[in-house]
C-alpha cells in the first residue's frame, strides 16, 4: 500500500518560514520524481518543486530563490523549506510521487499553509 504522509504546515506571519515534509512508503523511492504542488482557493492544482533522484531540481519561477527542495534517499523522505513566505504562498500543499516509465503517480492527503499576519 502506497502511503505519501504530509507533515509541517501552518500558520505563519508573511516574511516567516515553514517546513513541509513528506514520508513515503509502499514504493520504490529511486524510481520516482519527488515533488510538492498547491492548490489555493478557486485555483488550479500548481507544480512548486520536484526533485529527481538524480538530485535535478525544478521550481516554480513564483518560489526560486525562497523555497528550497531536498529529498532523504535513506529516508523516504521529501522536505520543502519554505522561507520569505508570502501571503500568496497560502494553499493546501500536496506531495507527489511519480513514475516517468509505465506512468503512475501518488498524492499525499495534503497540508494547509497559511501565510497571513
Known amino acids: 500500500q502506497v502511503q505519501l504522509v504530509e507533515s509541517g504546515g501552518g500558520l505563519v506571519q508573511p516574511g516567516g518560514s515553514l517546513r513541509l515534509s513528506c514520508s513515503a512508503s509502499?514504493?520504490?523511492?529511486?524510481?520516482?520524481?519527488m515533488g510538492w504542488y498547491r492548490q489555493a482557493p478557486g485555483k488550479e492544482r500548481e507544480s512548486v518543486a520536484s526533485?529527481?533522484?538524480?538530485?535535478?531540481?525544478d521550481y516554480a519561477d513564483s518560489v526560486k530563490g525562497r523555497f528550497t527542495i531536498s529529498r532523504d534517499k535513506a529516508k523516504n523522505t521529501v522536505t520543502l523549506q519554505m522561507n520569505s513566505l508570502k501571503p500568496e504562498d497560502t494553499a493546501v500543499y500536496y506531495c507527489?510521487?511519480?513514475?516517468?516509465?509505465?506512468?503512475?503517480?501518488?498524492w499525499g492527503q495534503g497540508t494547509q499553509v497559511t501565510v497571513s499576519s
Open positions: 507527489n510521487a511519480k513514475r516517468t516509465w509505465n506512468p503512475i503517480e501518488y
Open positions: 526533485i529527481r533522484h538524480s538530485g535535478s531540481i
Open positions: 509502499g514504493i520504490i523511492f529511486s524510481l520516482y520524481v
